[in-house]
């Protein structure tokens, strides 16, 4: 990782640690929760390698990125600008994008906002349908907790420092090993008292093959300098993200070739509704220029990490068409 370049730009009123690798067409990789830019540690190796300028920022509110006070300085009109900004220090026009979980989610309102500065997107793990304007997100949080109480963990989140006081009381270490690791493929549950354990119940006394002590260490030496408030704010925006984007009710992708990578253990692909709405047609009317989905049979939401060559030769297949 030593031959990995590491900066910090102005981007729209913060300073934004990024790293990158490579020369030639930019690729822009965007990291979901709680990630940091070190998910795609394999990706930016691999198409650097192939003639591509592989970046990857540390978003808002994570890493060595700057962190707003403000809960609000997280709406998605705030995430988008800072890429557009980023976009525009690079110095290119348009760029390739990929993006994983809530960076996934950023990657859909970018392609809605600004097509214009995307060659094409392959998007992992939450395809374009959650949170883009179907219904209040607060219709699903009620939903949840008359199923589940307050042990569900997006209830928790909307009351800025509740969520932090309950995984501050658990191991920085464990909880990322627990989060990283989880198979489980119902939503996150933390029952009272053990809020280490929602997100698998089943945590490994050893790291998966594809998770080093070292990867560990470092979101571990990172999330502890920074906390978890930055990320749990993007969550506490989601009903001011769908007033926000009222004006967009209804509209889809459809000036960007799109590409769908999901692991079939995936907990987003295995949630209610969504393998019906990923393959019966509703993700296609949504997205006429989806071009592919792709299922990884045996992998799970971090896929990016868990199986990254397979997803690195994924994202190289999709843009060398382009």
Known sequence: ???????RVEVNGIKMHVAEKGEGPVVLFLHGFPELWYSWRHQIIALSSLGYRAVAPD??????????????????????????????SLGVDQVFLVGHDWGAIIGWYLCLFRPDRIKAYVCLSVPFRPFLGRNPHQKTVDMFQALYGDDYYICRFQE????????????????????????????????KGEYGTGFNPDTPDTLPSWLSQQDLDYYVTKFNNTGFTGGLNYYRNLNLNWELTAPWTGVGIVNVPVKFITGAVDLVYNS?????????????????????????????????QEAAEDVSNHIYDFISKF
């Open 59 to 88: 978003l808002r509110g994570y890493g060595d990125t700057d962190a707003p006070a403000p809960v609000t300085s997280y709406s998605v009109f705030h995430l988008v600008g800072d890429l557009v900004a980023l976009i525009d």
């Open 272 to 304: 209610v509704g969504m393998k019906e709405y990923i393959h019966n047609g509703g993700f296609k009317k949504d997205v006429p220029t989806l071009e592919e989905v792709v299922v990884q049979e045996g992998v799970s939401h971090f896929n990016n």
């Open 1 to 7: 990782m030593e031959s990995i370049v590491h900066r």
């Open 160 to 191: 800025p420092g509740k969520m932090e006081a309950e995984l501050a009381r658990v191991d920085t270490a464990y909880l990322m090993k627990n989060i990283l690791t989880t198979r489980i493929t119902g939503p996150p549950i933390f029952p």
